[in-house]
């Protein structure tokens, strides 16, 4: 193949389309470097390709070589130090204008590097980018690109421009826009950021959220967030000591580091802290009863954490604001709130199920020393949270324990998915100790799911109307 012949070969119509081939192209001896008096043993393919006396060849870290026989001295040595440069590292890549074709990346020690658009070459804000010379920097993405062509590009000696403006009279921008950006990085295992680069606050908020999911003592998110009190166990303590040192990795330097905080986010991903969160939900609605009952049991001198009934509806309206708290966040987020609805709605009932379980006196039958207390409030954890009488003016005060929560979600996926336990919750909402305004909600928030579940039945196929059907029983 000719030279002439060669300089038609477009790079990315050859790109290697897999992340291995691609590793495997970059893996090669160490720069070298030839001249015209002393060349290298040819290969089959250079010798099909015609030099000139000045010529002269550099060797890359990846294995291809580059006629620099047009560069001068110190293009020359920028262009041995950036093919020969491992020390390099991509931070992250982002598309600043893909109409427009203009690239930006972003490698380590704050150094930028501009492809495209206003750019009739590329720049560095390394400091050694100036009178027409490409830095070591150029170099080395000049070098990364071409790892990614197909063998047949890499055989062949490319020549490349002392600006970097062109490789192979390729312009660099020109092969990331028609190979995209996205495939490149795949390729070079670099990351890519879409959207805004996100302030300090929240990249803090976020981190705390993704480690908050190995949190030693079972924080939640808004609680791992929060200042640590005086009372923290020394690994809690540590750990938020770990949270602020990778916190500091994001925020502390002027270019931040999106390539690893989206490794992180890739790891820690959102399905993954949902199900942290709710397990950690559940975990607290068994504990809360189980103190209760360890209260019942011993009184205060019980063995372990014990919860009286003041302190047990305190600890579960915390865990029902906290769902509600996530479930919002979810939302406004734009995630996908199908599981999280499920996962939602199975702790609220459990939730409620267990109050409507505990309409009773708690104290009614102890064997410890102790005044039972005479305020119903104080001694049935139902009454506590849902049966307390309304006085004139309060009634929208308190809301209507789990409920109003419940009823932001998709009625019929509740139904359907806990149905038995929302039947056994019925049943024990005896008229003559349930507010009627809870009644009516809680009604409505059957019966309407009860509607939509007809419906839904009622359309068969072939025009056929099946008989009637309890929705489907499913476990969580």
Same mark, same amino acid.
């Given at each position: 193949?000719?030279?002439?012949?060669?300089?038609?070969?477009?790079?990315?119509?050859?790109?290697?389309?897999?992340?291995?081939?691609?590793?495997?192209?970059?893996?090669?001896?160490?720069?070298?470097?030839?001249?015209?008096?002393?060349?290298?043993?040819?290969?089959?393919?250079?010798?099909?390709?015609?030099?000139?006396?000045?010529?002269?060849?550099?060797?890359?870290?990846?294995?291809?070589?580059?006629?620099?026989?047009?560069?001068?001295?110190?293009?020359?040595?920028?262009?041995?130090?950036?093919?020969?440069?491992?020390?390099?590292?991509?931070?992250?890549?982002?598309?600043?204008?893909?109409?427009?074709?203009?690239?930006?990346?972003?490698?380590?020690?704050?150094?930028?590097?501009?492809?495209?658009?206003?750019?009739?070459?590329?720049?560095?804000?390394?400091?050694?980018?100036?009178?027409?010379?490409?830095?070591?920097?150029?170099?080395?993405?000049?070098?990364?690109?071409?790892?990614?062509?197909?063998?047949?590009?890499?055989?062949?000696?490319?020549?490349?421009?002392?600006?970097?403006?062109?490789?192979?009279?390729?312009?660099?921008?020109?092969?990331?826009?028609?190979?995209?950006?996205?495939?490149?990085?795949?390729?070079?295992?670099?990351?890519?950021?879409?959207?805004?680069?996100?302030?300090?606050?929240?990249?803090?908020?976020?981190?705390?959220?993704?480690?908050?999911?190995?949190? #030693?003592? $079972? &924080?939640?998110? *808004?609680?791992?967030? !929060?200042?640590?009190?005086?009372? %923290?166990?020394?690994?809690?303590?540590? @750990?938020?000591?770990?949270?602020?040192?990778?916190?500091?990795?994001?925020?502390?330097?002027?270019?931040?580091?999106?390539?690893?905080?989206?490794?992180?986010?890739?790891?820690?991903?959102?399905?993954?802290?949902?199900?942290?969160?709710?397990?950690?939900?559940?975990?607290?609605?068994?504990?809360?009863?189980?103190?209760?009952?360890?209260?019942?049991?011993?009184?205060?001198?019980? #063995?372990? $954490? &014990?919860?009286? *009934?003041?302190?047990? !509806?305190?600890?579960?309206?915390? %865990?029902?604001?906290?769902?509600?708290? @996530?479930?919002?966040?979810?939302?406004?987020?734009?995630?996908?709130?199908?599981?999280?609805?499920?996962?939602?709605?199975?702790?609220?009932?459990?939730?409620?199920?267990?109050?409507?379980?505990?309409?009773?006196?708690?104290?009614?039958?102890?064997?410890?020393?102790?005044?039972?207390?005479?305020?119903?409030?104080?001694?049935?954890?139902?009454?506590?949270?849902?049966?307390?009488?309304?006085?004139?003016?309060?009634?929208?005060?308190?809301?209507?324990?789990?409920?109003?929560? %419940?009823?932001?979600?998709?009625?019929?996926?509740?139904?359907?998915?806990?149905?038995?336990?929302?039947?056994?919750?019925?049943?024990?909402?005896?008229?003559?100790?349930?507010?009627?305004?809870?009644?009516?909600?809680?009604?409505?928030?059957?019966?309407?799911?009860?509607?939509?579940?007809?419906?839904?039945?009622?359309?068969?196929?072939?025009?056929?109307?099946?008989?009637?059907?309890?929705?489907?029983?499913?476990?969580?």
């Amino acid at each position: 193949m000719s030279a002439d012949e060669l300089s038609r070969l477009s790079l990315e119509d050859n790109m290697v389309t897999t992340r291995a081939a691609a590793a495997r192209a970059r893996t090669a001896p160490a720069v070298q470097e030839s001249a015209s008096g002393s060349p290298p043993s040819p290969s089959p393919t250079q010798h099909s390709q015609s030099a000139s006396p000045t010529s002269a060849v550099l060797e890359s870290t990846s294995g291809i070589k580059y006629d620099v026989g047009n560069l001068g001295a110190d293009a020359r040595r920028h262009a041995k130090e950036g093919f020969g440069a491992n020390g390099i590292k991509m931070k992250y890549c982002r598309a600043l204008d893909e109409d427009a074709n203009q690239y930006l990346f972003f490698l380590d020690d704050e150094i930028r590097v501009a492809m495209g658009g206003r750019h009739g070459a590329p720049r560095c804000t390394c400091g050694a980018n100036d009178k027409g010379i490409a830095c070591k920097h150029i170099f080395w993405m000049l070098d990364q690109l071409a790892s990614t062509a197909s063998q047949k590009i890499r055989e062949q000696t490319l020549e490349i421009a002392p600006d970097g403006a062109l490789i192979q009279n390729r312009e660099p921008a020109s092969i990331i826009k028609n190979a995209t950006l996205e495939r490149v990085a795949e390729n070079l295992d670099w990351e890519v950021h879409d959207g805004p680069v996100p302030d300090d606050e929240d990249i803090e908020e976020e981190v705390a959220a993704m480690l908050s999911v190995f949190e #030693p003592t $079972e &924080a939640l998110p *808004v609680e791992f967030r !929060a200042p640590g009190g005086a009372f %923290l166990s020394e690994r809690s303590r540590k @750990y938020r000591e770990f949270r602020d040192l990778i916190t500091s990795l994001f925020t502390e330097q002027p270019s931040k580091n999106l390539g690893l905080f989206n490794k992180l986010q890739s790891i820690i991903d959102p399905d993954f802290q949902t199900h942290v969160f709710f397990e950690k939900i559940n975990n607290r609605i068994v504990h809360t009863f189980k103190a209760l009952d360890e209260y019942i049991a011993h009184g205060s001198t019980a #063995p372990s $954490e &014990a919860y009286d *009934v003041p302190t047990c !509806a305190r600890k579960l309206k915390y %865990l029902v604001q906290a769902i509600d708290d @996530y479930y919002e966040q979810q939302e406004q987020n734009g995630f996908d709130m199908g599981d999280i609805s499920r996962r939602a709605a199975a702790a609220l009932v459990t939730i409620l199920k267990g109050v409507v379980d505990r309409n009773q006196d708690a104290y009614a039958g102890i064997t410890w020393d102790g005044v039972p207390p005479e305020d119903e409030t104080e001694s049935n954890l139902f009454v506590n949270l849902i049966g307390a009488p309304v006085h004139d003016g309060d009634e929208d005060e308190e809301g209507l324990f789990v409920l109003d929560v %419940l009823k932001k979600l998709p009625i019929e996926g509740i139904l359907r998915s806990h149905w038995e336990l929302l039947s056994a919750t019925r049943a024990g909402l005896k008229p003559q100790w349930t507010p009627q305004r809870f009644l009516e909600s809680f009604r409505e928030i059957v019966g309407e799911g009860e509607t939509l579940g007809r419906k839904r039945a009622g359309t068969g196929s072939e025009g056929t109307t099946p008989s009637p059907k309890r929705p489907a029983q499913r476990s969580e």
